[in-house]
């Protein structure tokens, strides 16, 4: 049973940090390819960034390109989400997925970024 599950979202104030994980389970993490999806208030799923199995090929969406480095562990089954200058329209509920469309994803994690 395939279970995704993210945490370290919280309130931020813009241009801080936050780091987000998500712990995986229930099928080989380490050859699969892995993302960041969020979702914001009234929006649909939007792709934020994707890494590849070995972790030496990670690519992000442009609204994101530079502030925020993906990352993993294949020995503990992490994914994370280092997330910096950090900007309201950063707000959104983020979720780790296996697919870039979302479809195969976490519960996720709400980051608000706001003064």
């Not at 931020?12 to 969020?38: E, H, I, K, N």
């Not at 997330?83 to 479809?103: F, H, I, V, W």
């Amino acid at each position: 049973q395939v279970q995704l599950v993210e945490s370290g979202g919280g309130l931020v104030q813009p241009g801080g940090s936050l780091r987000l994980s998500c712990s995986a389970s229930g099928f080989t993490f380490s050859t699969d390819w892995m993302y960041w999806v969020r979702q914001a208030p009234g929006k649909g799923l939007e792709w934020v960034s994707g890494i590849n199995g070995h972790g030496d090929y990670r690519y992000y969406s442009d609204s994101v390109q530079g502030r925020f480095v993906i990352s993993r562990d294949n020995t503990k089954h992490t994914l994370s989400l280092q997330m910096n200058s950090l900007k309201p329209e950063d707000t959104a509920q983020y979720y780790c997925a296996r697919d870039p469309e979302g479809k195969d994803r976490g519960q996720g994690t709400q980051v608000t970024v706001s003064s």
